[in-house]
């Protein structure tokens, strides 16, 4: 996503995160003005405007305007989407493998 970068400053609202996110070309910031794109596994109120990667379905409403998609279980599946509008907001462009998992719709 963001290919010019060789380390992308990541924040998140959970600890779980990190240690999932074990790459190396990771770095995690304390708070959201620091980091490039935002992992949410619950709401709260975040006034930067970055791009937000949701943990939960139901977050893709709630940060609309910001989302670039999101990962998350459903009816015991996993489930991934990107965001056509919010992607083209933040100037991602997604590599090949990934284009079949953007959603053009206003519905976010």
């Known amino acids: 996503m963001f290919q010019e970068k060789s380390n992308i400053k990541v924040w998140s609202n959970s600890q779980k995160c990190q240690t999932v996110l074990t790459d190396t070309s990771f770095i995690f910031v304390k708070t959201p003005q620091e980091a490039d794109i935002l992992i949410v596994t619950h709401y709260e109120k975040i006034l930067v405007d970055k791009p937000i990667f949701v943990r939960k379905y139901h977050l893709l409403q709630k940060y609309k305007k910001r989302a670039i998609g999101g990962f998350y279980w459903q009816k015991g599946r996993p489930n991934i989407i990107f965001v056509k509008k919010s ?5 991602i462009i997604l590599p090949d ?12």
């Open 97 to 108: 493998k990934f284009q079949k998992y953007i959603e053009d719709t206003d519905e976010y």
């Open 87 to 91: 992607l083209d907001k933040f100037d």
